[in-house]
């Protein structure tokens, strides 16, 4: 049945079978093979077993099956042989394709798909109350639609105990002329809103906390980059913290943050967060928000490059699509190659060098290049200045004066809505002053004094657009 996202504890590992469906004509930042090789690593990190594999071209998803029938008897027969409790789509199935395919291959046997997948490993990886509760909040949203009479009857034998996330238990007594199916959807959706108001609540809390870290002054980084690409690790080798460091996808789910000195005495906090992933389902990028919003409150964000991986120019393009999405494309970014100590081929470092010259080369692991990213880190965060022209509102005290403390000003005019200022800022807080960014206007005034200024400028509006 749809729901049952194999449990964080069990004692026996249940067997799967993986079936990746190319779609023709879909985009896709990987082949499909190289897409199940990855689906493959996240059925390990959940802890099942991989008994099986399949998959198929078609030029369009069947409406009820999402595959062909020919192929339905093939995967039921697969199954069965192999003895296997779970058949694992790479692709992301509709709650009907779901419900049609378990009713086609019977014998308990049930069907997920990649996202299903994704939040159970972050069920089992969850450490925090906000992430547990952010968990509930992405799994109660997936099932909702998934729900059916038979779905909930089973849920509840199950029972909710086991899972940290939780299953849908304790549904509340029926009203009149309701079906259970009414009452269960009609419960599911309080528990959804009653998450959304306690996440909410964790939320404006931690954000006071931030901004109070801003006006201590320690600026923060955040490490991004595709799941695997070295992260956890390079937090580690950077603070001797001891975050956990695993070849699985999303070994670390909550936030970790580290104090670290940099070479000339100035002080950051370094910030591990959630891999990234292809085919991260928008909703689920919304449900971990709160923790992904760790990136996009930081003031440097180190883009972390597994040099070595076939696919590493893919998985560039897809980190950065989702930083886009999380409206992070304003903080500077240090694009930072790893796992050089892994590399036949020295050359290709020069080669990388010669075209990003402001990248880093470092191994993680072996601790090589670390001095020399501390370095720039240290100077992209107090010695990198630039050219504004903003107007700051006078209810914006705090900006205004941040200005004054951090920043460089050349020439300041109080005007009857705000303070005009021309001058620079650490790169650090662009995305602070952003809004404030006096634009070229179609009436003709043209506030920024000089090119340079002007430049700036006119590269977030095309940002922006
Ligand atoms: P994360 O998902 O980005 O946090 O990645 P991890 O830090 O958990 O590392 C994933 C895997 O890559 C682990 O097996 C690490 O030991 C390995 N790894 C990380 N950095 C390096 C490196 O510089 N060189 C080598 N050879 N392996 C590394
Ligand atoms: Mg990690």
Not at 268 to 297: M, S
């Amino acid at each position: 049945m749809a729901n049952k996202i194999p449990e964080p504890t069990r004692s026996k590992k249940e067997r799967a079978i993986l079936i990746g469906i190319e779609i023709f004509g879909q985009h896709s930042f990987m082949t499909s093979e190289e897409s199940i090789d990855e689906l493959s690593l996240l059925a390990d990190t959940a802890g099942l077993e991989v008994v099986g594999e399949s998959s198929q071209s078609l030029s369009k998803p069947h409406p009820d099956t999402f595959i062909g029938s020919g192929k339905v008897e093939e995967i039921r027969l697969m199954a069965s042989e192999m003895n296997a409790d779970v058949i694992v789509f790479d692709n992301e199935l509709s709650p009907r394709h779901q419900r049609e395919l378990e009713e086609r291959f019977k014998d308990d046997v049930r069907v997920i798909d990649r996202t299903a997948l994704i939040l159970d490993i972050f069920a089992q990886h969850a450490n925090t109350r906000e992430g547990i509760l952010q968990v509930e909040l992405a799994q109660y949203e997936y099932r909702l639609p998934r729900l059916t009479r038979a779905w909930t009857h089973l849920a509840r034998q199950a029972g909710g105990g086991g899972g940290r996330a939780g299953s849908v238990g304790g549904v509340g007594l029926r009203g009149p002329g309701e079906t259970q199916l009414e009452v269960d959807r009609r419960e599911i959706r309080k528990k959804i809103s009653n998450l959304k108001i306690e996440i909410e609540k964790i939320r404006s809390h931690r954000q006071r906390y931030r901004a109070q870290r801003k006006r201590s002054q320690i600026p923060t980084v955040a490490l991004v980059g595709y799941t695997n690409a070295g992260k956890s690790t390079l937090l580690n080798s950077l603070s001797n913290a001891n975050v956990f460091v695993a070849n699985q996808l999303f070994a670390t789910l909550d936030p970790t943050t580290r104090r670290v000195r940099l070479p000339e005495g100035h002080f950051c906090l370094i910030t591990d967060t959630v891999g990234f992933i292809q085919k991260l389902p928008t909703q689920l990028v919304a449900a971990f928000r709160a923790t992904l919003e760790e990136i996009t409150e930081a003031d440097l964000l180190l883009h972390i490059v597994d040099i070595d991986h076939p696919e590493s120019h893919a998985q560039w393009e897809s980190v950065n699509a989702t930083l886009s999405e999380l409206k992070a494309n304003n903080i500077p970014v240090l694009t930072v190659f790893n796992k050089i100590d892994k590399l036949t081929n020295p050359d290709i470092i020069m080669e990388v060098k010669a075209t990003y010259p402001d990248s880093n080369s470092i191994s993680a692991l072996k601790g090589i290049g670390i001095d020399s990213l501390l370095l720039s880190i240290e100077r992209e965060l107090f010695f990198n200045f630039i050219p504004v022209a903003v107007n700051i509102p006078y209810q914006h005290g705090n900006i205004l004066s941040l200005f004054h403390d951090q920043g460089k000003i050349e020439e300041i005019e109080h005007q009857k809505d705000g303070v005009v200022i021309y001058g620079s800022i650490p790169a650090r807080y662009l995305s602070l002053y952003e809004p404030f960014f006096i634009m070229e206007t179609k009436g003709g005034e043209k506030p920024p004094k000089d090119d340079e200024e002007n430049l700036i400028s006119n590269e977030i509006d095309a940002d922006e657009g």
